[in-house]
T-cell receptor
Framework: AQTVTQSQPEMSVQEAETVTLSCTYD???????LFWYKQPPSRQMILVIR??????QNATENRFSVNFQKAAKSFSLKISDSQLGDAAMYFC????????????????FGTGTLLAVQP | ETGVTQTPRHLVMGMTNKKSLKCEQH?????MYWYKQSAKKPLELMFV???????ENNSVPSRFSPECPNSSHLFLHLHTLQPEDSALYLC?????????????FGPGTRLTVL
């Protein structure tokens, strides 16, 4: 069974600095998708970035980028030039190939990393 | 309204009450989900509807009853809940068969069972 592990329950970063959040996963599949979601205190879960396993190039979205190491099954999130609005819980998620009806797939989530941004 | 909306945002209920949570998606998606989020636990998938048909139950107690009348609306009917059911309930939607099948979440309903 697939699992997702986030080993950092809490992290802190100074405003304008860079921080990296770790995520590892376990799977025997070769083709899958990985996601980072952000959940601010208002609790709206927002998609930050996604990575397709068959693409070697790391995904980037503005200040957010990932370091995808497929062989190591590692998927870390780097936040550059951290802003106060980046403070949130960050969840790593893996989309497994277990298929429901209508080709809907299951997401496996980690336990999250709470990021604090210090002014 | 845009994205995925949920009402109410907060709900307090007694163990003998009956209440319903509502979710609406404005993204034209064809799949909807209910998740339970408890402190220090990964999100737990409760139900999946794809094309308005329930395709996953995930061993949820019968005191939770979902309903999906159309592709835009999803309900979670609650009755005779237990205090351990207190949690944040998140709704999500996605476009199945779209490659990434990325799920988009609502703001959640914070449920407290007394």
């Amino acid at each position: 069974a697939q699992t997702v592990t986030q080993s950092q329950p809490e992290m802190s970063v100074q405003e304008a600095e860079t921080v990296t959040l770790s995520c590892t996963y376990d799977t025997s599949e070769s083709d899958y998708y990985l996601f980072w979601y952000k959940q601010p205190p208002s609790r709206q879960m927002i998609l930050v970035i996604r990575q397709e396993a068959y693409k070697q190039q790391n995904a980037t979205e503005n200040r957010f980028s990932v370091n995808f190491q497929k062989a190591a099954k590692s998927f870390s999130l780097k936040i550059s030039d951290s802003q106060l609005g980046d403070a949130a819980m960050y969840f790593c998620a893996y989309r497994c190939s277990e298929n429901y009806g209508g080709a809907t797939n299951k997401l496996i989530f980690g336990t999250g990393t709470l990021l604090a941004v210090q002014p | 309204e845009t994205g995925v909306t949920q009402t109410p945002r907060h709900l307090v209920m007694g163990m003998t009450n009956k209440k319903s949570l509502k979710c609406e998606q404005h993204l034209g998606h064809n799949a909807m989900y209910w998740y339970k989020q408890s402190a220090k636990k990964p999100l737990e998938l409760m139900f999946v509807y794809s094309l308005e048909e329930r395709v996953e139950n995930n061993s949820v107690p019968s005191r939770f009853s979902p309903e999906c009348p159309n592709s835009s609306h999803l309900f979670l009917h609650l009755h005779t809940l237990q205090p351990e059911d207190s949690a944040l309930y998140l709704c999500a939607s996605s476009q199945a068969s779209s490659g990434t099948d990325t799920q988009y979440f609502g703001p959640g309903t914070r449920l407290t069972v007394l």
